[in-house]
Each structure stands twice: as C-alpha cells, then as structure tokens.
C-alpha cells in the first residue's frame, strides 16, 4: 500500500508557507504534501500551527508568503468558495451549524452552489440530507432545527456535509474530539473507505492511537515549523511525543495512592466521592455526565438534594454551589472556562472577587499577586498576568481555568474534560496538578471521554448510560472492557 | 491600590480619537465663536449635560453588558408627571414628590429588570415596549391637564440656582452619581462581573456569576437615575410634563456609543462616556453661539457619530496586520471632522461678512417654538423684511421639535453671546421665565411672541390674539356654519400641547355659555402628522356619524382632517380650523375646507424683529397707548402688550390675497 | 413539527378574539369603507416591515426607515413638481431609498459598525438635513395627476392592495424558497457559518439594507400619492411601529428565525388597536400605554411557549 500512494499524484502541496498574526509567527516556512488516497495525519502540540495550515488550506486564512498547489494548479487568491469549488471539504472540531435551521437545509447550505435567484427544492434537500446520513449510519431526523442537537449529532451533520461535496480533498481537525468512541469507530470505517475511494485526507488529533491505527503518513509541526514527515508504519508513540515536545514525556499517568477520607460528595442513590479520591465518570457523550455536572453546580437546578461533607444541601445556583465549596471545570474551554477577553488576573480571581476585594472594592494588587502566583505555580507561560487570555495557547488558557477554581480551595472538584483539545505537555502537567490536588485532600470527580485517561488517573469509575448511573468499578476491577460494556448496556463489544 | 480604569483600559477604544476631537473642537470654538472660553459658558454647558448625562451614565453598563434600554426618556417623562400629581393635586410636600418620583423610576426599572433579566427577553424589545408603555401611562395620567408648574421656589434652586454665584446646583449631584458609578463599574465587584457578562455572559455563569441579579440591578439603577433625572429636570424647567424627555433615550445612547461603548457588550467605560456627552454638548453649544441653525447640528451629530466609530472599527480591523497607523486613523478622523466644520463655519461667515458693513449693527435673536413648522416659517419672512429694513441682524433659531429645554438652552447662549434682543414664542411658560429673567438682567431687552411667558420675565408680548379670542371666533364660525343641534370633534396637535389644551378649554367655555344646541364628541390627537390627522378624522367620521364639524387646531392637522372628509364622499362635514392658507389653499379652494383662522403671521414676524429693535433702544416709553411699527403702522399698546389685531377669517373670499 | 407555527398560530388567535370583541361591540368597524381606509393607512408600514423583517432576519436593525421616508417623499414630490412622470418619479423615489439603504449597508457590512449605531446615526442626519434644506415647507402645487396616480381612489386603493399582496407573496416566497431567502436565514443564524459554506454574508447585509431602504421609497411614494401636498416631516417614529410590528410578529431580534406570515399578522394587530380603541370609546391618551403594553404582551407569549418547550427537554435530562 505504501508504494501505491507513493506512486499516485500529488493533490496538494504547500510550499514555504508563512503567516504571522499581530508580529507572531504561526508558521514559519512550512511545506506539506498530499497524495490521492492517502491519511496524511497532522499532529503537534497545541499552538504549533496545525489548525493555521488547515484554514490555509480551506482558504479561511491567506498566507503571508508561500503558495498553494491543488491539482497541480497554482492558487493565487484563495477563500472558502474557491477551495470549496477545487473539491476541498473540511470538518472542523467544533461544528459551525446553522442553529435555526433544520438539518437537511445546514447540509444544503454546504452542498448548493450557483445563484441566488435559483429555486430551493426542500423535497430533493430532504432526500439527500436522508441519504448522506444513512451513509454514515446516522437516523437524525432531517426535519430536526440545529439548536436541538447534541455536539456529537451536530459533528454527524459536518460529516454528512462533507462527505456531501464528494470531495477530493478532506480535511477533518480533531473530528473525534466530540464524539464517543462507538462514534469515532464509525467514523474511521469511513475514512478508511472515503480513502480506497482515492479521496486524500488530511487528519488532525492529539489522539496518537487513532493516528497511528488509521493514518498512512504523518507530519509533525512544532513552533510553526515542520520537523518531520514518516509513513505512519515507521514510527511508534514515544518517537511521535518526543518529535512533538522535543523532549520524550513517559506515557504512565502519575496516580499515586493517597489516603482517602471522609465522603466530601454525596449524590443519594448514586454515588460518592471522598477526600483524597478521584471519581472517574465515564460514558458516551450524551449519556448524561456534563448535564449531571451541570445539575450539581446549580447550572441546571433540578431541586433535588444531595449532601457536601455531610450536610444536605440544594444547589439552585453556581454561586451557592461555590459556597458549598464545589469547583467546576467545564468541558467547552473557550466559551464556558475562561472569558477570552479578559486578562489572565481578571479570569483567575472571577470566581472568588471577595477574596481580593475589600468592602466590594477590588484591590488590583493584590488581584495582580495572586494571579501572578497561580501562573507560576502552575507554570502558565504568558508575558504578564495582564494579557488576555485569549492570547494564550490552549493548554495554557486550561491552566488559568483551572486557578480560578484553585483561588476558591472548593472541597469537591469537578473536571469535565481537563484535557480536551490540550497539547501533550501541557496535558501531562495538568494529570499532575490533579494528583497534587487529591493528595491535599480534594474529592475530584473527573468525567472523561479518553479511557487510558481515566483508567490511569481515578480511584473508582462510575459509568453513565441514558441520564443514569449504570455502574461503579472499582481501580482493579476496571478495564476498557468492563467500562464499555456498562457503557453500551446489553450490547456489549459492540465498540 | 490602582485605578485600573487608568492603563489598559483608557486607550483601549475609540476615546483616544474622541479626545483629540474634543480637544479639536474646543479650540476651533474658542477662535471662532464669541464667549465660548468662559467660566460662565462653561458652566451653562455642564448644566445642560447633566440630565442627558445621568441617562448615559446609566446606559453605560447596561450596553456594555450587551443590552439597551430604550424606555429612559419615557421613564423620565412618567417620572415627572407622578411628581407632579403627587405635589399638585396630592398636596403632598414636595419631599413625599421626590420620593415618589424616585419609586417611580425604580419601578420601571423593575419592569425591564422582570422581563430582561429574569425572564430572558431580549433588551431591545422589551424596552421597545416599556418605551410607549411608560410615555402611554405619563400621557394617560396627565389627560386634559397640560402641565404641572409652580414648584416653590427653594426646589426650583436645585435646577436653577448656583452655587457660589458660577457653579450650577446639580452639578454636584451629578458628579456625585458619577462617582459612584465610576467605583460600581470600574473598582467594585459588581463592575467586574458586569465586563464578563459583556465579553461573555454563559462564561461568567460558569465562574459563578449570579448574571440575572446583576443584570436586574443595572436595570434597576438606569430606571432610578432615570428618576432622579427627571426630578432635576422638573426642577430646572420649573415644570412637569408628560413628554418631558422625549428622545433622550437616543442621544443618549449617541453619547455612550460615542464614547467608546460596544453594543456587542465588554467594551467601554464611564470616562468614554463622559467624552461622547461633552463632545455632543459642545458641539451643540458651540454651534448656537456661531449662530449656526440646529439642524446643522443634528447633521454633524450623525455624521461624527459615523466618523468616529467607523475610524474606530477600521482601526481595529487592521490592528493584527500593523499596530503603528492607529494614530493616523485618529488624526485622518480629527482632521476631517475638523475640516467639514471650518467649511460649513467659513462659508456661513462668508456670506454673512458680505452684508455686514464695518460698524456694530443690532443683533435681534428670533425663537419660533419649533423649527420646520409652516407657520413659523411664514412668519421668517416677515422677521427678514424688518431686519433688512432695520439693518439689524437677524439670528432666527430655535428647537428642531417642540421641546421646553431645548429654548432654555438657546437663551442661554444668546446670553453668552450677547445680542441685543431676544424674541421667544415661549412654549412652556414655567420653564422659560428664569433664564428670560436672567437675560433681562444681562441688560438685553427681552419680548415674547406667539405664547407669553411670566409677565415680570419679558419686556413686551407681543400679542397677536388671546387664545380666548381664537377660541371664540372658532366656536362662533363653527356655529355661524352648521345650524341647529349638532355634534363636533376637536382634532389637536399632540395631547400634551399647552396652548392647544388652552384653546379646547375656552372652546369649552364659549359652547357652554353660548351653543348649547353644539355638543363637542371627541377629541383625538394628531401628534402634529397631517397623516394621522387623516386617520383619526376617518376614524372620527365613521364611530361619530353625527359630527357635522370638525375643529382642527394644528396646523398640519387641518389639510389632514380636510382630505378625510373629502374622500369620504361625505358632503355634510365641515372643516375649520387654525391653519395657513399656504397649506389649505388649494382646499379652501375646493370647498373642504369652509373657513380658517389666522392672524397675518408674516406681520408677526415682521413685528418681532421690529419690536425687539425697539425695545433694545428703549424706544417705547412706559405708559404709551400706541407704538408706531413701521409698515405695519401704529399699534395699540396695552400695559406691556402689543396688539397686532384681531385675528383673520379665511375663507375663498380672501385666500388669494395672502402670500404666507 | 407542531411547533414551528405556534407564533402565528397565536398571534392570528389574539387577532381573532379583538375581531369578535369588535364585531361585538363595535359597530360598523368591520364596514368596506372601515377596511379600506385601515388598509391604506396601514399600508406604508405593512411595506416597510416587509424590508425590516428581512433586516432583522439577518440579525441587524435600522432605525433610520423613519427619516429615509421623509425624504423620499419630499424627493418624490419635488420630482413630481418638475414635470417628471409619476413613474419616474416613483423610481426617483425608491433611488433615493436605495442609496440611503446602501449607505446603511456599506457601513454595516463592509466598515461592520453596529447596524443600531450606524442607523441611528443616519436616522439623526438625514431628519436634520432634509429639514434644513426644506426649512419645513411643504411641497404643493403638485400636478394633477400626481394624487391616486392620476385614477380614482377606489382603483388605487385596489390597486396598492394587489401590489401588496404580491410583494408580501414575493417575499414570503422568496424567503422560503430562493437560495438567497435562505441566504438571510443562515447569515441571520450563524454569520461565520455562512461565510464557511461560502455564502457572501456581507452581500447580503448590503442587499438586505438596499431592500429595505426600496421598499421605504416605495412605501413613501405610494402613501405621498394619497394627498395633494407632500409635508417635509413625515415618517415620524414610523421606525418603532415598523420595528414593534415585525417583533410582534415573532421574529427574533437576534436574527435568524421568523416569518413573512408573522410580520403581516402583527401589522395587523397593531395596525387595527388605534381606531379600535376609538370604536370601543377608549380614550385616545391612553393609546400608547395599550401598545405598550400589547408589545410586552406578545413578548411573554412567545417566552412562555419556548419555556414549556425547554422543561420538557430539561425533564427528560434530569438525573
């Protein structure tokens, strides 16, 4: 297979691609090419310009200098409409939908090209919006409006979009990052077929297991420079991490045993979390564990009771779950984690303002010193605490929403995703704080779609299946087996 | 502690612009218009920023939060009725009124704070809505009942008085509001939660935020400043009145945006706005010293309103590409703005130079109530022929739409300016007499048209008609027309017009005392639209078969009212009313209109420039029966009245003979 | 999907029971003549709101329709005045509102200030500089033919209400089934969504603004035809009933969702509550205090539907 795709034609090629935004170099120089009927993997650590290069590509962004090859021809100005027109599809990690539109008509969108004045045929919409995702195996109702879908539904419509255009080159930038594993399974057996198809695909993650199953060539990019290009076959996971970071990072999570204490949360009828103890939450997106998150820190008050240290309590509202001493690092980093715009001292006191304030009043010094302790005991880079946080990477913007909930030194901790989208480095920290954290006496339920993640970090799993908890498995009774297999219910090894 | 406002916030927007610009304007005004660099003036401006500058003040969090309140001006105007009904017909101390003015704004407040913040409605609409509710209840509450004036005087010092002979009272009660609005939004905590609804309302949620109290507080407060903002206003007009701050809410909102503000929430602060309302208050100050005609004003308001922050938005756009040519967007804006001035300012001197000969000439300064309507336009001309007769100056300016505080603030300036004469047709007496007062003391001679005010606050009225004598002859034509019983419909102006109410009154009156065999239907308002005018008499036609005649007493209102009997068909309906034969001609003509009645308003104006030369010469002895007015002849005097007739009759007879 | 009509459904409803309160109680209101004179006077702002939904679909606003009709007219007139046909005349007019419009659009779409602040702007000037150059006189001495376009009024009338109900079809149509209705919907409902799937979101903006600013020289033509003179200050506050009407009508302020449908049945309704107040003897200082309250009305309807929608989705996710 390896000779064959050396063999067949080059789509597309990149050539010493530069782009600087506000004096930073995202890329520095890159070159980077495709052949027909190849998984070209992009990986790097958060920051190292993958998702740069990939909106050069779709024409989202123009270089600075540097020129774009498709199919041989040289594209001079390009956009979303041209590279839509050359046969170039992307799906992106967060999906773009219309909220208040149905799904047969966010898949038209994409797929209708020509003038305005042309008639709209919703018959002939709804039978191909049916069909396309009957390809992916999908029974969404296309008459469904945006706004009613789950993230993983909608990441189903981007691909039923994409695969729409019957593209030739397709770009998908951290597909799975939403989906559960069944889904992501799924969603290889397409690629795989989309690839015997001779459509050439470009695929950016930071899961180096589905990279090393599925890509044929790999190419990674570091500070906007491109370090290596392998065949997939070549390389194994160590050489991948260390080629990414520059340095090699053991794979083994830093769980150490701690003394577990007094039940610091309880959820009657469900489960418990104690002080020291890590609480894995598995279970497929959508089965209930962000919303059961979301109920626990008053974010969606169901009026039920549950007891923090002993004491029954109702949590109507964050703030008062704050005061019951619960943290929540919520999964949707830039929307819900951090307020982008602000700097990095504001978003670090924003949960405990009383805490640097007197009379109401904020004393921005000390608002200033605290921040500044928190960016270097969690080792945040950033020039100064007054930068916005949107500036900073991915990893680093996690960080800072994680000292936000450290300010509050809540009992009971709770992490949706910490790691999500974060590079490698910054992720191997971040399971360290999360020991630390445990180790000071923290209850931490921690929900995570990544298995290894869990299995390695936490003390007990509880698996979610349809809005209940289905089971706990306690560390040594834990595999990926057993948890899938609550996970799914009946249907067991289906995944 | 630091004041964060002061790093990286303060250039962070568009004030960096704003200020160059406001440093621009302030010194083209100094060179070019006469008295604008005094304490006095100075002060005069503050004072006039105050009421508009608690409404920005309070919108400012609330845009900032990515919301708007567009109910203000109307909350305002609520507000000073219920102080009004609560001292005048509750006979309550006028403490008990602040209180209740106060109550009412916070409850107003509440309203937008209910359906905003806690039910989730979009801001605009729902302020779209308390926006005509609270005008509608203001207008509901005060039916028939022009006004409430006559406040005592210790409470009319709070608007009218000064402290330390130069400092305006409610100069510190504003600075103070800014203060703590400065501290809420900037220093405290509520501020800081306030920036992360605005960047980013969900995210704040998640740190804990209580975003509905505090979105409900900003509009609690707007709703109270609001309140205090027209306790004020009361107080420096000297009346209470249901349309009181009509669009305010907009150059408010002119001001915050103005300022640095983004309506899509997170940017801006208090000093921006401050900024925006000087640069809007000075530009309008400035102006009326120049002599510049109002509407330039609201030209060049929207024009820099543009200017600013489209410079702004582009600026921002290319701020990733290169961070260096930010300063030469501000200077290219300042530059500009700066330029459409001068030209406007050179070309106005230019042909104003042209006429002026070398010496002084008298300058008679001319307020008709509002500009733009017909018969104050007739009466322009006859204003120009004396002055062109006379030599003088003519400075004819006044409010762009009927508004009490807009007159006051244009006195002002021809005081600072200091003309010879200042002729007003006074639209509220209350609110008017103080600053008249205060320009006699400034040695100006000072006369009233059209409506008198105070008769210690003016030299001489010139009189040219008593509202009662309009009223009879009106009641008397209706009568002459339509014999035996019958029913008639009043369609006014707008239903917070204070001579119209007057008119309908003795309207009143002279039926009761001497047609009983007429019985008055309806009265329905117009809003001064000659289409809605036509709309209400269809209406009227329809739901009052019985109307034989309808008395419309605005003057657009008549030729509205004519068109919608004539295409009804109906042939049994009359019309008349008070109007100008430049607008009903053409019906008088056709038989839809019978008759209308007028004084000659080009005499009027001719009279108010001649008088006012006059009076600024001492020209009239006190005690004299007759003055002689030039081509008008000689005119009764009586006491401090001057007569210019009695009203005309207009009908086909005569229409054809005058030219206003 | 029950639901997707429900905004309509009650609109027409409370539209409904205030027609049988007037069959009721008001006598002669539902009378041709009554229709007639409601249609004409409703017109305009039926016209214009038809552009204003479209606006608002997008996501945008414009308060600046008030002014762009007051000089439209006046332009019109004096058009008129000069011995041009009324047909040039009429497209003189609605020039003129386009150029206005585009103004609005350049500088939403291209220079992206917020639509509000630029219509505000635009709102403020154009009032000020028409009354400064007409110095508030009214255009008279209009040819003869100029009033009713030169027919009867019972076939202008005729004819304006087929006009109207083709343009209202057009759009509705056009909404629903042109690619560039749909284009409104989607730059409405996710603006860099749109961009990605390769809609000119900024063309859009542009032409919705264009559209509206037409259709407002259309509006002024039209209404500017009924009398014999032309007054220079029309239009006053023609913005918030245009802009209340479509909100009514359940468009949603942010954008993306709502219908042609609902903008015509809230015309409607707040069209027919001034004179049917005066048939029910309401007194008329109480009018706007009703519209007031008949806004926050609609308002919490629409609120309470979408609420009962939302807890049957938070139930079923409850743990």
Redesign the interface.
């Given at each position: 297979m390896g000779t064959q795709i050396e063999d067949s034609k080059i789509v597309l090629s990149l050539a010493d691609i530069q782009k600087s935004?506000?004096?930073v170099r995202a890329l520095r120089g890159v070159s980077f090419e495709l052949r027909a009927g190849e998984v070209h993997a992009l990986i790097g650590e958060n920051g190292a310009g993958k998702s740069t290069l990939a909106k050069v590509i779709t024409g989202?962004l123009l270089p600075d200098s540097g020129t774009v090859e498709v199919f041989g021809n040289s594209i001079a100005e390009n956009s979303?409409?041209v590279s839509?027109q050359l046969g170039i599809a992307a799906i992106y990690q967060q999906p773009?939908?219309?909220?208040?539109?149905t799904v047969s008509?966010n898949i038209a969108?994409?797929l209708?090209?020509?003038?305005?004045?042309?008639?709209?045929y919703?018959k002939a919409r709804n039978q191909r919006a049916k069909a396309l995702l009957e390809r992916i195996g999908s029974k969404l109702d296309p008459?469904r409006l945006a706004r009613?879908l789950s993230m993983a539904e909608q990441q189903i419509v981007e691909i039923a979009k994409a695969l729409g255009t019957d593209a030739r080159i397709l770009l998908m930038d951290e597909p799975t990052a939403v989906l559960t594993e069944r889904e992501a399974e799924h969603l290889f057996g397409l690629v795989r077929r989309l690839r015997e198809d001779g459509v050439a695909i470009v695929y950016i993650s930071h899961r180096l297991e589905e990279i090393l199953a599925s890509a044929d060539r790999i190419t990674v990019l570091r500070d906007g420079e491109r370090i290596a290009c392998r065949s997939a076959s070549d390389v194994d996971r160590p050489e991948l991490i260390q080629l990414m970071v520059g340095r090699s990072i053991g794979s083994v999570f830093p769980k150490r045993t701690v003394p577990i204490g007094d039940v610091a949360l309880e959820?009657p009828g469900?489960f418990s979390v104690r002080r020291g103890e890590i609480f894995g939450l598995a279970g497929l997106v959508g089965s209930?564990r962000t919303?059961?998150a979301r109920?626990l820190f008053g974010?969606?008050p169901?009026g039920s009771t549950i007891e923090v240290n002993g004491r029954p309590v109702r949590i109507d509202?964050?703030?008062q779950?704050?005061r019951e001493g619960l943290g929540?690092l919520?999964e949707d980093r830039r929307?819900?984690?951090?307020?982008?715009?602000?700097?990095i001292a504001?978003n670090v006191s924003?949960?405990s303002?009383?805490t640097v304030?007197r009379h109401?009043?904020?004393?921005?010094?000390a608002e200033e010193s605290l921040a500044a302790r928190y960016v270097s005991d969690l080792r945040i880079k950033a020039p100064s605490v007054?930068v916005p946080v949107g500036t900073l990477s991915g990893g680093n913007q996690q960080k800072v929403a994680l000292a936000?909930w450290l300010v509050t030194t809540p009992r009971v901790m709770i992490l949706d995703e910490p790691t999500q989208g974060v590079d490698v480095g910054s992720k191997a920290e971040i399971h360290e704080l999360i020991v630390q954290l445990a180790e000071q006496g923290m209850a931490i339920l921690l929900i995570s779609s990544e298995l290894p993640e869990l299995l390695g970090m936490s003390d007990r799993i509880g698996v979610m299946r349809g809005?209940?908890l289905a089971g706990i498995l306690n560390r040594d009774e834990a595999t990926q087996e057993s948890i899938m297999s609550l996970a799914f219910g009946h249907s067991t090894g289906a995944a | 502690?630091?004041f964060?406002l002061g790093e990286?916030r303060l250039f962070a927007n568009s004030e960096g612009i704003l200020l160059l610009a406001l440093i621009a304007q302030v010194a083209f005004f100094a060179v070019t218009a006469p008295a604008f660099l005094t304490w006095g003036n100075g002060f005069e401006i503050l004072r006039f920023s105050v009421e508009l500058g608690l409404l920005a003040v309070a919108l400012t969090p609330i845009i900032l939060t990515g919301g708007i309140d567009l109910s203000v001006g109307s909350t305002v105007g609520l507000a000073a009725v219920v102080f009004g009904v609560t001292w005048d017909h509750g006979r309550l101390p006028i403490g008990v009124a602040i209180l209740a003015a106060l109550l009412t704004g916070l409850a107003c407040g509440a309203l937008n704070a209910l359906l905003i913040a806690r039910l989730r409605l979009p801001a605009l609409v729902v302020t779209l809505g308390t926006y005509s509710l609270y005008r509608g209840i203001a207008e509901g509450l005060t039916h028939g009942m022009a006004s409430y004036t006559g406040f005592p005087a210790g409470f009319l010092q709070l608007g009218q008085g000064y402290l330390w002979g130069v400092v305006p009272l409610q100069l510190p009660i504003f600075a103070l509001v800014v203060a703590a609005y400065a501290?809420y939004l900037h220093?405290?905590?509520?501020g800081?939660?306030l920036?992360?609804i605005g960047?980013?309302s969900?995210?704040?949620?998640?740190?804990?935020?209580?975003v509905a109290k505090r979105l409900a507080w900003i509009y609690l407060l707007s709703g109270t400043v609001s309140g205090l903002a027209a306790i004020i206003y009361v107080s420096h007009l000297g009346l209470a009145k249901a349309d009181l701050g009509t669009g305010y809410e907009l150059e408010a909102i002119a001001a915050v945006v103005l300022g640095g503000t983004s309506v899509f929430g997170?940017r801006g602060n208090l000093l921006g706005t401050l900024l925006g309302l000087f640069f809007l208050s000075i530009l309008q100050n400035g102006m009326h010293l120049l002599a510049m005609p109002s509407e330039l004003t609201g030209v060049l308001t929207g024009l820099l309103l543009l200017g600013v922050v489209s410079a702004d938005r582009l600026r921002s756009k290319r701020?990733?590409a290169a961070?260096a040519p930010r300063w030469k967007w501000a200077i290219g804006a300042v530059a500009a703005v700066t330029l459409i001035a001068l030209v406007f300012v050179v070309r106005q001197k230019a042909t104003q130079g042209s006429a002026a000969g070398g010496q002084h000439r008298m300058v008679i300064a001319v307020m008709p109530k509002a500009k733009g309507d017909p018969y104050f336009i007739s009466a322009r001309a006859g204003a120009e022929e004396a002055a062109k007769e006379l030599g003088a100056e003519l400075i004819w300016d006044g409010p762009t739409s009927l508004d009490a505080s807009q007159q006051n603030e244009l006195v002002e300036s021809w005081i600072t300016r200091g003309v010879d004469a200042i002729v007003v047709a006074v639209e509220n007496k209350g609110s008017i007499s103080t600053v008249l007062r205060k320009a006699r003391a400034h040695g100006i001679a000072v006369l009233t048209w059209d409506a008198d005010a105070e008769p210690n606050a003016r030299d001489f009225f010139l009189n040219q008609a008593t509202p009662e004598a309009i009223a009879n002859t009106l009641t008397d034509e209706a009568a002459r027309l339509i014999p035996g019983d019958a029913q008639f419909a009043i369609v006014t102006g707008a239903l917070s017009a204070e001579n119209q109410n007057e008119w309908i009154a003795d309207i009143k009156k002279r039926v009761a005392e001497r047609y009983p065999r007429l019985h008055l239907a309806t009265v329905q308002p117009s809003d001064d639209d000659r289409d809605k005018a036509f709309a209400q008499t269809q209406t009227i036609l329809k739901v009052y078969p019985q109307v034989k005649i309808v008395i419309a007493i605005s003057a657009p209102a008549v030729p509205g009212a004519a068109a919608a009997v004539e295409q009804s068909g109906r042939k049994d309906v009359d019309v008349i009313g008070l109007s100008l034969p430049s607008i009903c001609r053409a019906q008088i003509h056709s038989g839809s209109i019978q008759t209308i009645v007028l004084w000659d308003t080009r005499n009027l104006g001719y009279l108010t420039v001649y008088g006012g030369w006059l009076a600024a010469q001492k020209k009239i002895a006190s005690g004299a029966t007759e003055v002689d007015a030039g081509r008008l002849g000689r005119l009764v005097v009586r006491g401090t009245e001057i007569i210019l007739g009695t009203p005309l009759i207009i009908d086909k007879a005569n229409v054809d003979k005058l030219n206003f | 999907?029950m639901h997707r009509f429900s905004r309509e459904l009650t609109l027409a409803v409370t539209i409904l029971l205030l027609m049988l309160a007037l069959a009721v109680f008001a006598h002669g209101y539902f009378s041709a003549e009554n229709m007639a004179d409601l249609f004409l006077e409703n017109m305009p702002v039926m016209i214009v709101a038809l552009g204003m939904t479209l606006t608002i679909l997008t996501g945008q606003i414009d308060i600046s329709v008030g002014s762009i009709f007051a000089v439209s007219s006046v332009v019109a007139a004096v058009a008129a005045r000069a011995g041009f046909s009324l047909l040039t005349s009429a497209l003189v007019a609605c020039c003129v509102g386009a150029l206005c419009g585009a103004l609005n659009g350049v500088l939403v779409a291209y220079v992206r200030v917020p639509s509000i602040v630029v219509t505000l702007a635009t709102m403020v000037a154009l009032r000020d500089a028409l009354r400064w150059l007409t110095q508030g006189a009214w255009i008279g001495n209009l040819p003869d033919h100029f009033q009713w376009l030169g027919t009867s009024q019972r076939s202008f009338t005729l004819a304006t209400l087929l006009l109207l109900v083709v343009l209202i079809a057009a759009s509705a149509l056009g909404l629903?089934?042109?690619?560039?209705?749909?284009?409104v919907?989607?730059t409405?409902?996710?603006a860099?969504?749109?961009?990605?799937?390769?809609?000119d979101t900024s063309r859009v903006t542009l032409a919705v603004f264009t559209l509206t600013g037409i259709l407002t020289g259309l509006a002024a033509m039209l209404n500017a035809t009924r009398f014999n003179q032309v007054p220079s200050n029309s239009g006053l506050g023609l913005e918030m009933k245009v802009i209340a009407a479509v909100v009514v009508g359940g468009t949603?302020i942010t954008g993306?969702?709502g219908s042609i449908a609902g903008t015509v049945l809230g015309v409607i309704l707040l069209g027919s509550i001034g004179t049917a107040l005066t048939f029910l003897g309401v007194s008329a200082y109480w009018e706007k205090a009703f519209e007031g309250a008949i806004i926050l009305g609609a308002l919490s309807l629409n609120v309470l539907a979408s609420y009962r929608a939302r807890h049957r989705?938070?139930a079923?996710?409850?743990?």
């Open positions: 935004f506000a004096g989202d979303p409409i839509r773009s939908l219309f909220p208040d539109l008509e969108l994409a209708e090209t020509g003038g305005g004045l042309r008639r709209v919703w008459w009613t959820v469900a209930g919303e059961l109920t974010l969606t169901s509202s964050p703030a779950a704050i929540y919520p929307l819900h984690g951090v307020v982008l715009e602000m700097t504001e924003l949960a303002l009383a304030s109401g009043l904020i004393d921005t010094t007054n936000r809005g209940t | 502690m630091r964060r990286s501290i220093r405290s905590i509520h800081r939660a920036y992360a960047f980013n969900e995210g704040a949620q998640y740190a804990g935020i209580p997170g701020v990733g961070p | 999907m629903h089934n042109l690619r560039v209705g749909r284009a919907y989607a409405g409902s996710n860099a969504a749109a961009h990605r799937v390769g809609i949603a993306g969702s989705k938070e079923l996710l409850a743990v």
